[in-house]
Nanobody, 121 residues
């Protein structure tokens, strides 16, 4: 069972990036999924989450209105579209999945390896 996060990179403030999280080894179509991030010297924090159907989403206040989480169940892939990026969005972004639900308080069973997003000012 693997979650593979990709799409990170270096972008200027105000720019956009789209992260992907591809799941393999099992079907995650019935799993809640989420994005977290960890900036240097800081604890990991919740960013966004999406329910198994894709119809329900949840965002941290810091990214609401700028980030959009989505998923393609047929492709077993979750996305995070990040617009209007700020230097404070710089972090390693991790994806996670859990059969029990979605949201910031779920103890996700499966985690990806992370992808680095760097936003320059």
């Amino acid at each position: 069972v693997q979650l593979q996060a990709s799409g990170g990179g270096l972008v200027q403030a105000g720019g956009s990036l789209r992260l992907s999280c591809a799941a393999s080894g099992r079907t995650f179509s019935m799993y809640g999924m989420g994005w977290f991030r960890q900036a240097p010297g800081k604890e990991r924090e919740f960013v966004a989450a999406i329910g198994w159907s894709g119809g329900s989403t949840y965002y941290a206040d810091s990214v609401k209105g700028r980030f959009t989480v989505s998923r393609d169940r047929a492709k077993n892939t979750m996305y995070l579209q990040m617009n209007s990026l700020k230097p404070e969005d710089t972090a390693v972004y991790y994806c996670a999945a859990d059969p029990g639900g979605y949201g910031p308080l779920i103890e996700y069973d499966y985690w990806g390896q992370g992808t680095l997003v760097t936003v320059s000012s």
